[in-house]
C-alpha cells in the first residue's frame, strides 16, 4: 500500500458526460501527479500540482481540468467525455528533498465510457 | 523530446532462469531514471531510482544498473510471483517539473 488513495475505482459513464476523480495524496507529500495510462499509449504524465498551485502540465486535453485543495487531495475533472478517454487514470504523491524526488502511485481508477 | 525504449516487451523465464530487461533513453539532462513493477490493474509500485551513470542499486533478487544512454534491470533466479509488467521512467532535468516519461514496459511472465 502506497498510502495515496484514490476514488472511485471503476467508473462507466457515457459519452459527452462529466466525470471527477478524487486523489488524497502521502500525509506530508505536497505535489500530486495525474497520469493516464491507456493500451496503446502507456502511462503519460496530465498534470502536476503543488500545495495547491499549478507546477507542470503534460499531455491534457482542454476538456480535462485539475485542483489541488488546501487539505491537498486533488481532484481530476474530466468533461465531454469520448469513447478514447476510457482508461486508467491514476494519481502520484511525492516529497522533494535535495533535488531528489520519488513518486508513489494510487491504486488508479478506471474509466469506461460507453 | 525525451524517449524511453522498452525491450523486450514481453518475456517468458522458467523459474530461476536469471535474465535482463533494458531500457534505453534520450533525455536533454537526466535528474532521475526510475523502476517500477506493475501488476495488472493495479498502480505502479516503485522499485529503484538511479542518479548517475555507473550507479547499481538491489533489492531481492532486482539488481538495476545505469549508463549514459541505458539502464539494466537484472532478475537473479526469478519466481513466478515477480511475473509483471516492468516499467521504466525518467525524469529531465530541463524538462515539466518532476514528471516522469515513461516507456511501454516488458511484461514478465516466470513459469513453474
Known amino acids: 500500500d502506497s498510502g495515496v488513495t484514490q476514488t472511485p475505482k471503476h467508473l462507466i459513464t457515457a459519452t459527452g458526460q462529466r466525470v471527477t476523480l478524487r486523489c488524497s495524496p502521502r500525509s506530508g507529500d505536497l505535489s500530486v501527479y495525474w497520469y493516464q495510462q491507456s493500451l496503446d499509449q502507456g502511462l503519460q504524465f496530465l498534470i502536476q500540482?503543488?500545495?495547491?498551485?499549478?507546477?507542470a502540465k503534460g499531455n491534457i486535453l482542454e476538456r480535462f481540468s485539475a485542483q489541488q485543495f488546501p487539505d491537498l487531495h486533488s481532484e481530476l475533472n474530466l468533461s465531454s467525455l469520448e469513447l478514447g478517454d476510457s482508461a486508467l487514470y491514476f494519481c502520484?504523491?511525492?516529497?522533494?528533498?535535495?533535488?531528489?524526488?520519488?513518486?508513489?502511485f494510487g491504486p488508479g481508477t478506471r474509466l469506461l465510457v460507453l | 523530446e525525451d524517449q524511453v525504449t522498452q525491450s523486450p516487451e514481453a518475456l517468458r523465464l522458467q523459474e530461476g532462469e536469471s535474465s535482463s530487461l533494458n531500457c534505453s533513453y534520450t533525455v536533454s539532462g537526466l535528474r532521475g531514471l526510475f523502476w517500477y513493477r506493475q501488476d495488472p490493474g493495479k498502480g505502479p509500485e516503485f522499485l529503484f531510482t538511479l542518479y548517475s551513470a555507473g550507479e547499481e542499486k538491489e533489492k531481492e533478487r532486482l539488481k538495476a544498473t545505469l549508463t549514459k544512454k541505458e539502464s539494466f534491470l537484472h532478475i537473479t533466479a526469478p519466481k513466478p510471483e515477480d511475473s509483471a509488467t516492468y516499467l521504466c521512467?525518467?525524469?529531465?532535468?530541463w524538462g515539466s517539473g518532476y514528471a516522469l516519461n515513461f516507456g511501454k514496459g516488458t511484461s514478465l511472465l516466470v513459469t513453474p
Open positions: 500540482y503543488y500545495n495547491g498551485e499549478e507546477r
Open positions: 502520484a504523491s511525492s516529497v522533494s528533498s535535495g533535488g531528489q524526488e520519488t513518486q508513489y
Open positions: 521512467a525518467v525524469q529531465d532535468s
